[in-house]
């Protein structure tokens, strides 16, 4: 599989210290037999748009008519899909895209995870907040309870949002992107599994 990428990294994936990108974990998980998708942007710096219009597309499937846009400016102001995460590259760095939102005039952001990016100590302890925890208990017979969770709205969710908000300046700064997306489709045969040992990407310009 992926004869180029195979001879830098020596052919060994599996606990390498080098960094690896979209097109090594497209041939890491269609090795595997779980079908993925390579999607080119060539010329996305000029035009960044072009991404968050694929992007918005993959999470919400445009109607008969009308785009993903406008069909996420007429729903309620949070919508949950059943896509898994797309995975965006440029040179020398890849990141988590887990959503996409518009702001009041309409311009698209993606909601990207960073593991390049350090949360904030304050978000990280809101985060840990909300979520339950064992307290142990003065009975023995008792044992460990669940500690109740902070109340959901006492976190700032405009700070959260700016921690992830990635907008079109920021997508700007690089001339050219790819994305690895996860079909949801039945694993792939030994013939389909043959056919990906040469890494091949739709381009979308």
Request: without cysteine; proline residues 8%.
């Amino acid at each position: 599989f992926d004869l180029v990428g195979a001879e830098q990294l020596k052919r060994r994936l599996v606990g390498t210290r080098k960094w690896i990108g979209a097109a090594e974990l497209y041939t890491a998980f269609t090795h595997r037999g779980i079908p993925a998708r390579l999607i080119d942007f060539p010329q996305s710096g000029n035009d960044p748009e072009v991404v968050t219009r694929w992007v918005a597309n993959y999470f919400f499937p445009p109607r008969a008519t009308g785009n993903a846009f406008t069909a996420l400016s007429s729903v309620s102001p949070i919508v949950q899909t059943d896509k898994p995460p797309l995975i965006l590259q440029h040179q020398g760095h890849s990141r988590t895209i887990v959503g996409i939102e518009l702001n009041r005039m309409g311009v698209p952001n993606l909601l990207i995870f960073d593991p390049g990016r350090k949360i904030p100590d304050s978000l990280r302890a809101q985060a840990l907040s909300t979520l339950p925890t064992m307290q142990p208990t003065s009975s023995k017979s008792e044992g460990n309870k669940l500690k109740r969770p902070q109340n959901h709205e006492d976190v700032d969710y405009m700070s959260v949002l700016r921690v992830f908000r990635v907008n079109l300046n920021n997508l700007r700064k690089r001339d050219k992107y790819q994305i690895l997306a996860f079909t949801l489709e039945p694993p792939l045969s030994n013939e389909e599994r043959s056919a990906r040992k040469i890494v091949h990407s739709e381009k979308v310009v």
